[in-house]
């Protein structure tokens, strides 16, 4: 096996002269290889299989031990491997550890590189006269042998001389293994003192004055005064020759044996939203607490942040102090409801107007807990063992409010509002035609009016009789209203008409007298196979196909017939001839007016005696040249071959009179030049 990291330590005891006080002696153990017998340390390696080869070498060749004289003694720790070697704290254990001291300690805690060494240097200091034992521990970062150690003895001689009282360990009193705080008066007292001489008696006291010596004891049982305060307990020390500490050792700890109380920042009770529930204790400590109603034990859960209380909880908690005191077991109930009361209002319905100075309101209330409060516009009202209710409610002209409020025993809250009108004005109503005395014909006349409610509920609608009042009919609209009115036989009538508002009241309008007289009907027929109007102007009948109306009785009536295009041939039916139609109606009458087309007059060559053609090609046929042919404004299916030697004028879109232009002719078909001149106006070919 090959060895790359050798870690070596040489101890190297340094010779002094020997002092007053007794003579110093250091002693270590010798490692030696298994294959070789050799009593003495000088280059005697132990082979350590992790890290290389130890050394201890001493300097004065002895056998198993050096011996030397003197106070003092130093140790020289040597690594001479190819690691870094760390040492840990130097100690000094034996039964007379208290009599060897160590100085200048460079070694402990220290990393030491390859070839690097420190010092610590061994002191004796004996109390009292004898040989003396202890060894020092040397550890190391070496896993299989972690420590070394260098065993010390020495022995004192007669002259020594002892005036050290004891001295602490670690702490040389604590009571109740440091405690602040207490609920007890009897409390436990430790004591951690050594002297060399060991410690024979002590001095306990509550007070800076020590009047009792006992002999030593690690701990026992004190008592301190009965109020509660924060008090000292004082303690001296005596060793085996009489030496005592003139300063006592102290210890304070405060007596405490007060009850905490504790508190919730919310109190149990019913809510309707959940709860942030602070927990306090009168006195600092540990508060423990339960939310299934359980009593809480010092293994519940501990009280650290405020309790988010968001269902119903039974809670209960008690508090501990620092001293130990328990307080009593508080306990708060939550109820947590967050659904509002069921609240139904039956009656009066929303938007009611009413006539009356009062409504009776109608309607239940339920909720899953205790209802605490039902009000009607702030007044409370009673409610049935099922949660019905019936109050009276009175009423001002106008709108009235009425709110209805429920709250339950956690704050929640219902509530209904609705508008009820209270009207007791009539509403004002007229009619606008006919007016009162005229005389109307026809059909039916459809009678108009207007009627309004001022600031009262609104007009709900009209109704009219046209029978003196035996039969009512509704009217269309309301504000501004119109019926139509079937006449019946010719003679007086009496018009009635009424408006009910919202609220009921009714209003009537003054009565219209009228006279129904009689009516007949004309009928007006457009026959033949042209066509033509039939007009009066004193009537306003202007007709170019079959039309008709009533007219008052006796109406004396003249038409007028006006061909287009065509020839009027006559009058039949209750007229006859052809001039014009003058006709008398005592009953009802129909006319025919005859129009034939007009097949000779389609076009003309002008000029001071016109010559008329039923079609365009015969005109062209029989003009001279520079002619002009007017042509109707109609269309005419031709195909029109254009082969004389002449010039002519085409123009078309002519009235059938010849009078004037109204648009332009058609040619359903062709128009051929194959000779001549042709200039054409609102003439269209297709």
Known sequence: MRWEMITTLKLFPTVRDPGPLGVLAVEWNCAVRSDRNVGRCENTPYRNPRNGWIWLHNSIRDANKGAYTGQQSQIIVTNEGSGSLMVGTITIGGDN?????????????????????????????????????????????????????????????????DQTPPVEVTKAITINGGASITNSGQVALAFSVQDASGVAGMCVSNSNVCSNWEPFAAGRIWALP??????????????????????????????????????????????????????????PGTIYYTLNGTNPTKSSSIYSASLKIAANAGLKFFAVDLAGNQSEVMAENYTVDTVIPA????????????????????????DGLRLTSFKVNGSDVTTSYDGSFVQSVNLSPGLNQITSVAIDEAGNQATDTRIVGLDQQEPVVAVSSPAGGESVYGVSYLVHGSASDGTGSGVKRVEISTDGGLNWSIATGTIDWSFPWLLPQPGNYTIKVRAVDVAGNTGYAADVSGVVRAAYRLDILIGGTGGGYVTSSAFGISCNSTCGALYENDSAITLKASPSYSIFTGWSGDCAGTGDCSITLKKNASVTATFAKDQNH???????????????????????TDSTIQIWGIQLDEACIFDRSVTVNLQGGFSDTYVSTTGATTVNGSLTVRRGTVRARNLMIR
Request: glycine letters at 8%; proline letters at 7%; hydrophobic letters at 35%.
């Open 97 to 161: 550890r208290l009599e060897f001291t160590t100085q200048n300690d460079a070694c402990s805690n220290q990393i030491l590189a390859p070839s690097g060494s420190c010092t610590v240097s061994v002191w004796f200091k004996p109390a009292f006269a004898g040989a003396k034992s202890a060894y020092l521990q040397v550890p190391t970062n070496d896993q299989l042998t972690p420590s070394l150690t260098v065993n010390l003895t020495g022995i004192a001689g007669t002259t020594v001389i």
């Open 226 to 283: 009965e109020s509660d305060a924060t008090y000292s307990v004082y303690v001296w020390f005596r060793d085996g020759l009489g030496n005592s500490n003139a300063t006592p050792y102290i210890a304070s700890i405060t007596l405490d044996t007060v009850r905490p109380t504790v508190s919730a920042s919310v109190p149990g009770g019913v809510y309707n939203k959940g709860q942030t529930v602070a927990l306090t204790s009168s006195k």
């Open 343 to 366: 609240l139904s209002v039956t009656s009066p319905l929303p938007g009611l107007w009413t006539t009356q100075t009062s409504v009776t309101l109608q309607g239940k209330v339920a």
């Open 602 to 624: 389609v076009a003309r060559i002008a000029g001071q005696t016109p010559q008329y053609y039923p079609s365009l090609q015969g005109a062209y046929t029989a003009a001279p």
